[in-house]
T-cell receptor, first 114, second 113 residues
Framework: GAGVSQSPSNKVTEKGKDVELRCDPI?????LYWYRQSLGQGLEFLIYFQGNSAPDKSGLPSDRFSAERTGGSVSTLTIQRTQQEDSAVYLCASSLETGQETQYFGPGTRLLVL | SQKIEQNSEALNIQEGKTATLTCNYT??????LQWYRQDPGRGPVFLLL?????KEKRKERLKVTFDTTLKQSLFHITASQPADSATYLC????????????FGKGNQVVVIP
């Protein structure tokens, strides 16, 4: 497939556990974005990567959230010690490069923290 | 504070009519504004982009206007079809220099056959 893929598609976890969410951007896309969409809310920006570096981490809601990107491709969003308020859909998007405005979104990972 | 407002009530419209959605923003000076479509259980799909120096942009049955004085964008779907039923999101680029987008909550459209 040529689109952005995310895994897992659904994740149910217990409060206090750590989770890892994965994003495979479109091949060749250097910019990668993570957003969070809570029920009834708009998409909330979390973090942006240009290549492997993250010049903008300002959207991460707490220090329990971290993300990395390796090889300029796959990105992992990690949430440590999950809380119930972390339950949301986590969306990843990529674009060809910074300055290319169209963002291509993956299907999201639906996270439920019990 | 910064706000992006879209109507929270679903727009129910008869097939063949024109659907019009509104996006109002406060305390942003966007270089451009985008509209995305989102279907249940899926990620948003890009539809149209309009820049601050453009008044109107069209793509097939879609038309977007952008009024930087009113701080408003209108999104029109002409000759609406049941397949147009979805949630439509307005998104602004906030001049962060990295295409970081700020999204509205979206407006649902239901096209009735």
């Amino acid at each position: 497939g040529a689109g952005v893929s995310q895994s897992p598609s659904n994740k149910v976890t217990e409060k206090g556990k750590d989770v890892e969410l994965r994003c495979d951007p479109i091949s060749g896309h250097t910019a990668l974005y993570w957003y969070r969409q809570s029920l009834g809310q708009g998409l909330e920006f979390l973090i942006y990567f240009q290549g492997n570096s993250a010049p903008d981490k300002s959207g991460l809601p707490s220090d329990r959230f971290s993300a990395e990107r390796t090889g300029g491709s796959v990105s992992t969003l990690t949430i440590q010690r999950t809380q119930q308020e972390d339950s949301a859909v986590y969306l990843c998007a990529s674009s060809l490069e910074t300055g290319q405005e169209t963002q291509y979104f993956g299907p999201g990972t639906r996270l439920l923290v019990l | 504070s910064q706000k992006i407002e879209q109507n929270s009530e679903a727009l129910n419209i008869q097939e063949g009519k024109t659907a019009t959605l509104t996006c109002n923003y406060t305390n942003y000076s966007p270089a451009y504004l985008q509209w995305y479509r989102q279907d249940p259980g899926r990620g948003p799909v890009f539809l149209l982009l309009i820049r601050e120096n453009e008044k109107e942009k069209r793509k097939e049955r879609l038309k977007v206007t952008f009024d930087t004085t009113l701080k408003q964008s209108l999104f029109h779907i002409t000759a609406s079809q049941p397949a147009d039923s979805a949630t439509y999101l307005c998104a602004l680029e906030g001049r962060y220099g990295n295409n970081r987008l700020a999204f509205g909550k979206g407006n649902q459209v239901v096209v009735i056959p």
